[in-house]
Nanobody, 115 residues
Framework: QVQLVESGGGLVQAGGSLSLSCAASGSIFTIKAMAWYRQAPGEQRELVARITTSGSTNYADSVKGRFTISRDNAKNTVYLQMNSLKPEDTGVYIC?????????WGQGTQVTVSS
């Protein structure tokens, strides 16, 4: 089992920045990749950014150049630095871990960007 706990998020004006953290615990040695998804009201959950254990990253086109995903293996934590935020970035941001044992999700943290 893998447990994921997100922190960060909140309310910010358009153009501002926020940083999210996701701490993993449990069978962390089985994790192959971690990611951030987001879900806006009435919309499907979408992948925002993903990072593998080797450090390879990929991003949704809508956030490229604005968001950065990183990981601290010593702290078993993944971060999402979000800059130049737009109202359309509003949603619940949910941490995800893909492991040898399955796929795990955090509870999510709300990000609201006001115009």
């Amino acid at each position: 089992q893998v447990q994921l706990v997100e922190s960060g998020g909140g309310l910010v004006q358009a153009g501002g920045s926020l940083s999210l953290s996701c701490a993993a615990s449990g069978s962390i040695f089985t994790i192959k990749a971690m990611a951030w998804y987001r879900q806006a009201p009435g919309e499907q959950r979408e992948l925002v950014a993903r990072i593998t254990t080797s450090g390879s990253t990929n991003y949704a086109d809508s956030v490229k150049g604005r968001f950065t995903i990183s990981r601290d293996n010593a702290k078993n934590t993944v971060y999402l630095q979000m800059n130049s935020l737009k109202p359309e970035d509003t949603g619940v941001y949910i941490c995800n871990a893909g492991s040898l044992m399955g796929i795990y999700w955090g509870q999510g943290t709300q990000v609201t960007v006001s115009s």
